[in-house]
């Protein structure tokens, strides 16, 4: 692959990444977690103080959508900061309760970035729990399901093409989508019902504002929308 064609992709799918932080600056996006300081000695005040720096995480998680980036280094980060109080804590019985106790949350931190469809975070979040409890039966497919979702192609809607010669009349979308595996970009006309490159087109939503889609490896649904109802 050509630098010129290498950087037109980067063009095109620069858009996605600038959506994916919201128009927030930097200022505004999650800080890592800080470095537990004295030990506390119950369950609570331990659990406490660990939920406390892990609290950028899970406020963060709730403002995901499937194309929200992480902050460069922030899954290295994070995970330094939890491989810390596993060290600091886990020898203690208050402490791996507190443990346990923090691994409930992250487990529904994971369920919420999994609804969002953000695999990066979906990743971020296992490797956190698996710090904490390495045989935690409920990661494998979570785990899984994420790997896949990397390489769900990125559709960007163009337009609209109404075929009025065909009986009934049939509306075509016109593509544009990147392949993560193969960083190729395609261009397509496709109809509702349509199969093409592992995604479905389900149907039109309202008067043409977009599109619901199935990316077949995993099932899940998403819409794409044209760029003016973004």
Known sequence: MSVRFRLRIAAR??????????????????????VPGQTPETKEAIQAEIEAGLQPIYDF???????????PG??????AYVQGVVSKYSGTPAGQEALHGV???LEDALKTAREAQNGLAVLMIC???RTID???PRLARHEEWATIEKNRPVVMLRGWYEDRESNPPTVNAFLEVYLPE???????????GEEFLGLKFHKIIGK???MRMEYLRTGDLFEVYMRSWQ
């Open 13 to 34: 799918l620069a858009p996605l990444v600038i959506l994916g932080f919201g128009g927030c600056d930097v200022d505004q996006l999650p800080q890592p977690p800080a």
């Open 61 to 71: 998680v709730g403002t995901l959508t499937r194309q929200t980036p992480l902050p």
């Open 74 to 79: 922030y899954a290295e980060q994070s995970l």
């Open 103 to 105: 691994e409930r949350h």
């Open 127 to 129: 490797s956190l729990i």
């Open 134 to 136: 390495p045989d935690n």
């Open 182 to 192: 193969t960083g190729e970009v395609q261009h397509l006309r496709v109809r509702e």
């Open 208 to 210: 043409r504002r977009g």
